[in-house]
């Protein structure tokens, strides 16, 4: 009997000693209990896997289309514009008639992008725009200056193509594009030779724009920084062209895989876009196609995207 309480004895006072050893004040950010092993602990990313964001979390924007190629998103502290046109009309100037109101913005930082010189890109109109909101400013492609002595001086930006710009919380890659190649034969002679996409970074989003060029050429895609996901894709295609005219987007969607892609359609033949659509869930994992239909549509993102999107693949 005194020998098993001898015993038992020593095995209490081992169990003491034992935890004295390696018990103590624990020290911050030293969390081993996702070692792997071998006692290395685990690598932890930085960014949180789609599936495991909180929609909360999430940066929210606007997207309305406009008309022709122009396209606005409206961001928590920002008003980015794309390729706005401006026709003479006895109309009210309004979203819905195909208009951008820059009255309802004279307060916000307004950023209009203009991809090239084209007529259907811009209207020197536009510069009007100064005088009734007072924080606009312009980034313009190669030729707009030169076609318009206006469009020189403070605030306004001339993006070359490989250029990085950076002002008031935007960063901006200037993303050089060529003329449309074999797929597109036709546009190819009404293509601007000089003529560029944008990659914004703007609120904790990134919004592209591909201007007119509906391909995917090897410049454009190595100039795309890769190192993060592209929230809104607003993408070029020709609706004329049936699938070649498509083919362009459709590869753009499964390089990137951005989360929502928006088709810009000249012309205004929306009917082909849930057509497209259909192409673009059958090449890639979950990437939702906006199927707008008219003049001042508009999608709030990601408030009205699929909740059982499921995550991008490794």
């Known amino acids: 009997m005194k020998y098993g309480i001898i015993v038992l004895l020593g095995f209490v006072l081992a169990a003491v000693a034992l935890y004295g050893c390696s018990s103590g004040p624990a020290k911050p950010g030293n969390n081993v209990s996702g070692t792997a092993s071998g006692g290395t602990k685990r690598a932890t990313s930085s960014t949180k896997d789609r599936a495991e964001v909180d929609p909360e979390e999430e940066p929210k ?25 401006e026709f003479k009309t006895r109309r009210q100037k309004t979203f ?55 469009f020189k001086g403070k605030g306004i930006y001339k993006a070359m193509p490989g250029k990085k710009l950076s002002f008031r919380g935007i960063k901006v890659d200037v993303v050089p594009v060529s003329r449309v190649g074999r797929q597109e034969p036709r546009v190819k002679s009404r293509m601007p030779r000089d003529s560029v996409a944008f990659l914004v970074s703007v609120d904790r989003l990134k919004i592209y724009y591909s201007g007119e060029y509906g391909g995917l050429s090897k410049a454009a895609a190595s100039a795309i920084p890769g190192d993060g996901e592209i929230n809104i894709a607003c993408h070029a295609f020709n609706s ?37 659509a ?37």
Not at 61 to 85: G, K, M, S, W
Not at 127 to 149: L, S, T
Not at 264 to 270: A, D, K, R, W
Request: aromatic share 10%; charged share 25%; net charge positive.
């Open 61 to 85: 924007a606007q997207v309305i289309y406009v008309r022709q190629r122009c396209i606005v998103v409206e961001t928590e502290n920002h008003v980015l514009v794309f390729d706005p046109v």
């Open 96 to 150: 819905i008639n195909g208009f951008v109101d820059i009255d309802q913005y004279r307060g916000s930082n307004v950023t209009v992008f203009i991809t090239s010189a084209a007529s259907d890109r811009f209207s020197p109109e536009i510069m009007a725009w100064r005088k009734r909101a007072k924080k606009v400013k312009f980034v313009i492609g190669p030729g707009v200056a030169e076609r318009d002595a206006r």
């Open 240 to 276: 004329r062209k049936g699938q070649a005219g498509r083919k362009g987007l459709v590869e753009f969607a499964k390089k990137f895989s951005p989360r929502m892609l928006v088709p810009v359609v000249p012309g205004g033949n929306t009917w082909v876009i849930s057509r497209l």
């Open 278 to 314: 259909v192409e673009v869930s059958e090449a890639t994992l979950g990437v939702h196609v906006w199927n707008y239909r008219k003049m001042g549509e508009s999608f709030k993102y990601p408030d009205s995207l699929p909740s059982n999107r499921p995550s991008k693949k490794k």
